[in-house]
């Protein structure tokens, strides 16, 4: 599917700035900034290098002043927010945006036409931006770029008296390789041109983010370091190329750097074909699934620590998480024909259990994963279980994931951190103070915004799942399997102690005293959704359209009813605000997933219902070309028209859709969405 915007995208400065796009390198780094031009967030940038893949990123180039010279007049390509003001690019010369599968631009003044494309290199730290001329014969025509350098944490900005700054110029036939030394980092930001020339005449430069502003994060403007100008005089046909990259700060990194990009052309067509590839291999026809299956290979990461391909949970600002690893895999991998990534992430996973438990999140430098999650093993199970279904490869699980499996299960009985443990009446209580578990985990300072602790619905659901699978495994394995009536205990407690008969729905939360929270909230769709439901079929189907009627939207499901006094319908402001509201009524697009799974696990005979579900995710083709374009949002605000809002590009909404459209809604779907084994 390839995204296009017209003119009316650069109708003016509000425009130009809503829409952003990313490039992903595999290691965590990426390129981001708003169709316009403008950026807008300290995480914009040519290159957000990772030191430690896919951490440790440094923003190395927040913007590149650019302008088209014709006849000796400059036309603004590119413009900036600066404090008390802003410089906006000529949005008139602004013809079109695509993704080709690069971000690409159209500028266009009087006859002479320049093209622009942005891709970052596959496994390497480094961009090349493209410019091509067309037209403009017997005219003067000639492109200038001022980078801008700050060589700082993604998460900062760069104060004035921060960041020393060395320069070393060395020539390279044409053009030349610029270093760039950040004495802090002792690294280099390397910027190679095939042709021009570079005067230099370095100054510090202010830019103010606008969108940090609003997100009330301090540090909103920063202090970039400007080393002078690139100027090529180009003619019609003439393709010229800035390669941004990550050096190691020697002496030698430019002569490497020359030789390492001097065919930057080959370098974006292998990346194109390699995208070309992923998009063949995941087999659709659709252009909206092909565009998502390319999609979904930006969050797969490469983890240094690890040696193994690992998750990223959402561009900008999130890591690699194990819960959003887990829940997200089967979308990532296995429904666009890559269940290799699926087994390396499964295997990374039951090479770490501790205690019982799965890393929610890797260490950066060695030390301890972080352990702070109760449904995350949990999530282990499913996903082992979608890879067997996916590959049918049960051998792999025997041979490979069956001791992790069971570690966690007798980790749970047993007793683990957190408070987590079986109760005698089989159903798994978790918590204490000052510790969020589940995924609903909004902490603003000491306040707990939905405090969980107890007995999560979603957790018991996954427990239950979790014993079947291991029973199902033994059973194939030719091993005993004390697991199956353990579920059935669990299973009848569930229904007695969750069951709202005058809701209609399930309790979120039984608490360690038996107090039960009856906030209707979307946890309890797993309880229908997953491989082995734990509830009944005239349950499930009163739990499915509780969820219809109070949660659903276009965009997925509501964390809150609106009729709950505790409801947020929209998503924005400072820190606090956002937190507050963010399982308070916000809706989540990875949700729909899992909703789906449970409608047609209910309404599955009726074709007009399955047809209600293709509707549902085919919506999501119109937002492709908003926010993050090519990719799908964090969340959504609750309340219409739902405007999109968090991390522009987010891992297990990517997923859900492509799983759910593969697994459950596709018309070969049927041979995966039985349930059980």
Known sequence: MTVFLGPDAFA???????REWLETNGLGGYAMNTVGQMPTRKYHGYLTASLRPPTDRVNLVPHLEEALWVDGRPHRLSGAFVPGGMETPELACFRQFALTPFPTWTFAVGDVTVVKRVAMVHGENATVVAYRVIGGAGRSVALTVRPHVAGRDHHATLAPEEGRFSVHLQPTGDGFVLAVRLEVLEKAALLLATRGTFDAHPERRKLRYPEEERRGEGGHVEACWVPGTWRAELRDGDEVHLVLALGDGAADSARAAAEAYADPTTLVEAEAARRARLAEAAGFAHPLWRRLAVAADQFLVFRETTGTTSVIAGYPWFNDWGRDALIALPGLTLAVGRPEVAREIL???????RDGLIPNMFADRGEEPLYNAVDAPLWFFEAAAK?????????????HLLDAMSQIVH???KGTRHGIRVDADGLVRAGEPGVQLTWMDAKVGDWVVTPRGGKPVEVQALWYNALRIMGALSRACGQEDPFTALAEKTKASFEEAFWNEEGGYLYDVVGDGGEKDPALRPNQIFAVSLTYPILPPDKQRRVVDAVWRHLLTPYGLRTLAPHD??????????RWARDAAYHQGTVWPWLLGPFIRAFLRVYGDDPAKVALT????????AHLADAGVGSVSEVFDGDFPHRPGGCIAQAWSVAELLRAWVEDVSPASASLSDSGF
């Open 565 to 574: 006094p505790q409801y947020r319908g929209t998503y924005g402001g400072d």
């Open 12 to 18: 003016d400065v509000a425009e130009a700035t809503r």
């Open 347 to 353: 295997l990374t996973y039951a090479r770490h259990v």
């Open 387 to 399: 890879y067997w279904k996916h590959t049918g490869d049960g051998a792999f699980l025997r041979d």
């Open 614 to 621: 293709r509707s549902w995710l085919e919506g999501f083709a």
């Open 411 to 413: 980790g749970y009985l």
